[in-house]
């Protein structure tokens, strides 16, 4: 019991915490800019010539404020934005008008979180792997290879690199689909050919996702690791006459892979993001593409609703983490 | 002799742990003991019975939970930053690990001219180093070897005899030296504590000399306490806590150490504490789990202090 | 009593190379000794001594950037002298716990925090014991505690559920379930308490003569070789510069540093002043020459600044390396 | 000098340097450019490399060695604008979260987590979606550098932290220094290599924020920057019509100036790590 008071309780706190703070900046941004959404769109709408009498206007004013929960007072407005997000409501969509956004997102995010459940894990894997085996043998040659590799990828951002494999592997060598997730207009069945078709559209922005994710890792686990390498109870390891496959699995990187755990929560905001810019590049249908219709159309509660929904996923996602955190490692657990 | 410190029912409780849960540590408990003009004082202890803490309250680092401390009459545990900054003049301090003692990206000498400047000790360049070269001759430190040079060009004994140069800078009354020799080299550490009978004799300090090696503590000092899980359980003079120790504790203590004489080897066998955290929440006297000598009442009840031969003892069998 | 290792004139170095510029520490510098079969050995020294390099060249742990530079090292098991050095690093592998042992320094960090005590002991039982199921490992690791008479249960603990004591002890349980015939310990009781302490070099003492194995303990704690050593070996500046009988040495110590060592150690019951002797011991980087403590020595004579002293045997079985036991 | 000269050794600084270098004369040329970047077809359109137009010109009519001077000099300003004012932030949160401690420090450090754990990007791209278009680079500089810090202020605490626990953090309050005299005197020098290489980092996180911006056309796409040039390439097609050129030109640009920020941020790092330079110091 004190142990869930001393460390499942504070995440929990710090959980919802977070997420009241995120959705409460999410609220604030736009109502910070000088920029008044309404007046835009309703410019938007008479600079395409279309001529709207003070009466039909004023009533267009009324409706788009009560669609965009922008009617009384900021206080009215925010608490407004929390029922309605409570509900699942972030209103209508624009650009799908009249769409609710929520269930254009509900379309997107399998899309994105196959994408990035499926990206993480193997490049946390492999980069883990990689890595604890590059730092405990720095001097082989292969390690020194993936070395050069990681020090040319790792730097890049996402959008560079799914742009280059795009150019290469969709252009150049034309064997891969130049973006979207399925045969246009093709319907999704359990079939074998169905599924070859989702992974051959899926196979480049993952693999953009997981070049830099593996390289992240390998970096990240390789400094661990020759760090924990010269730890003592690693040194005394080899005195003893342990087995070098025992000393790398047990000794070396059951210890090094704790900061990684950590590390993987804390990175799980660049990785999301990272994910979103992969879907643009390849126009996948998950909730980046869905992201940059919103912008292009100027898409405040679609905007909005996407933002919501990112910090939730990802919040969960590292209290998920963090609270199986303590089964890897028995100080946190027995204290 | 005066009185030069007093320290009164001192009390500190950590409490650690965040809001949702609060653990308490009771670090020291009601310590009370004075040490009076050119006198050197010994705490001693083991690791975690709270000697370090006592050094830090009385230095100002921490705050006492209860009790006070008095310094030549004066109480000092609630002062404001800018007394405290007058007093640092009066009571300087020594660490254990000479290397730490000094940040390694800067030079030593720094830290000498800069203190001289801080608490407006000399106007001008040439009267500092005056200053500075008495200190450090008063520690057997030669000023040429000492300037311009970081930390990791000297050894641990030079390091901590300069420590104590910088210490003595300000002319204080009281130096507390907080385990000075436990990382010296062995055959250094003499030299160490016999600069604390020097500097004695040479400047009437007194020094409150913080160790848990109990044959140091018998040579240098005239008066010690010996601390256990936050309490002090016996005080009175060097010779006599240590040649007839009356606390079992004491006893058990002085029969750990283990004597630089082939032919007082160890005969007999101790018992270990298996668990320490149990001895700090004891209810009763602390050391009634291990006490060969434990009676019922030791369980229930915490010792007084008993006044036996000129020595404070906590335990009930001098009741 | 039998010889079971002996080591003849080894010089092990650390060749560094920073920024560039090569430079040599001569840890340890032509020493020889010899471990017999139910002693215990202390060897004492300070810090950068070279005590903790002996160690490493005694256990073959020896990996760059230390380098065996000359000298033999040999393992007597019965069947015969096995040249420590000459053979495969697999070999070794095998002599390692099963022959020799090592108890660490600082029980702190050598035990790993992940894993319960019962499979670090485990691993290490099953890599010596090849085909031995995790019962019995851990039938045999219960036995041997209770031999020891620590507690089985804490075999189902993490190390940082341990006391500092307790985990000093586990490490000697864990060098010892082996049953070796030498025991290499360094600085087992350093950052101990006083009280621990004396358990921990109790139950070190118990284990040697219950097992009758031989105990090679460095320390610099002079207290700690009176109170167990049978023999002891002082070293200063790489080398061995006095060896005899504890008794022996104590009573009537030749080199000027080993007096020195003794004579400054506070006893109770004697309050009179105590000297240490002055300067600081030498940096391994650049050794004076000649005789390595000349520096510091009040005996200096002027040979002794060029020439290194040979050793002198002034006992039966005690030796000193200073001009001043010549003749 | 010393330094350079030392780090210099290094391959990977080496290569570092004189991609820098190359990019420095780059932004230093645009000064002396023939054509106004902000005008078009000043050149003939599509052009393959040839002299006079050495990397070709642009369906723009703009030629894509000037053009890309401009693009160098502006991107570089840009993310040292974001990634000086991010450091100015990180050090003060860090600082005081670190040297302060208690609630403060738990305010604070909840704030950072909070910066490192929200998808920052949605909320920058939020912000560029609402002043469309008149993003300019002081802008876009500034509003990069106020979410840019937090990663930086969390390395900056805990190295705090750990300071103020060292005993020459006593030994200076002994010695009568103000906490101002102790965070300069005594924390600064093992915090500057710290901020030195999270500096490197940052403007290499900046550039990149800024092509995602500047394809998801959110900028002020007049102004020449290395995204703006790929998002001109993009949006002519440059790639299905053959003008390999013309996106070649900004891809290679960042991929190079990518290795070599983080390549001098590694290098440099690794040089003034303390440990390293507690070796050096006092040998000279």
Redesign the interface.
Known sequence: M?FF??YF??RII?YF??IV??VT??FI??RL?P?DPIQQMIGQITSTGAYLDPKTLNYMIETLKELYGLKGTLWEQYWGFWRRLLRGDFGPSYYQFPVPVISLIRQSLPWTLGLLLTTTVVSWILGNVLGALGGYFPQKSWAKILDVIS??I????Y??LA??LL?LFA?LIPIFPLGGGFLIGGKISFDLRSILILLKHAFLPAMSLILIGVFLWFQAMKLVVQSVKN???VS??R?????QS?IVS??VM??AM?PQITGLA?S??QI??GA??TE?VFSYPGLGTL??NA??T?DYNL?MG??TM??FV??TS?LVIDLLYPI????VR?R | MTELLRVLNLTKVFTIGGIFSRAKIIAVNDVSFEIKKAEIFTLAGESGCGKTTIAKILLGFEHPTAGLVEYKGRRIDNIKASERFSLRKEIQAIFQNPFSTFNPLRKVDRYFFEALRNFGIVEEEREAVRIVKEKLEAVGVAYEEFCEKYPSEFSGGQLQRISIARALLTNPSLLIADEPVSMVDASLRMSIVNLFKDLREKFDLSVLYITHDLATAYYVSDRMAIMFRGEIVELGPAEKVLQEPKHPYTRLLRDSVPEPDPSKRWTSKVLLAEQEHEEYLRTGCKFAGRCPSAMEICKRESPIHYDVDGVRVKCFLYR | MKTLIEVKKIKAYYVLEIFGRQRTVRAVDGVSLDVLEGSVHGIAGESGCGKTTLLKVLFAAVEPPLRMVDGKVYYLNGTGAIDLYAIDESERKKLRWSFASYVPQGSMSVLNPVLKIKDTFRDFISSHLKGRSKIEAYEMAKEHLKELGLPFKILDAYPHQLSGGMRQRVTIALATVLKPKVIIADEPTTALDVVTQRGVIQLLKDIQSRQGSALVLVTHDMGVHANISDMLSVMYAGKIIEEGRTEELFEDPRHPYTQYLIKSLPRFGDRSKRESPPGSPPSLFNLPEGCAFHPRCPFKMTRCEKEEPVIFNVGESHKVACWLAEG | MRTLKDLLKDGRFRFAFTVCLILLVLSVMSFFSPYDPYRWNVVPRDLPPQWPHVLGTTSTGQDLFWLLTFAVRNSLTMSLIASMVSRVIAIIIGLTAGHKGGKIDKILTFLSDSFLIIPLLLIILMFAVMVKGRMNLMGLGLLLGMFGWAWDARVIRSQVLSLRERDFTYTAILSGSSTLAIVFKEYMPFLVPLVFATLIGNMSWAIGMEIVLAILGVLNLETPMIGTMLYWAINYQSILLGYWWWILTPVTTSVFLFIALYLMSVSISEYLDPRMRIQRVGRA
Do not use: C, H, Q, W
């Not at chain 1, 005195?239 to 087995?243: D, H, K, Q, V």
């Not at chain 1, 890897?328 to 100080?331: S, T």
């Open positions: 004190r008071k001393t309780l504070p710090i915490l977070v703070v995120g900046i999410v941004i736009p800019l920029i020090m040319v790792r730097p890049m951002p959008y560079v742009l280059s150019l252009y730890e003592d109870f005394y390891a005195l003893g006459g342990l087995s025992k047990r000794y059951r210890n704790l804390l799980l905001g999301f993001s979103l810019i643009i992201l940059y912008i292009f100027g905007l996407i933002m990112s910090i990802i919040t590292i890897f490692d028995p100080r027995y």
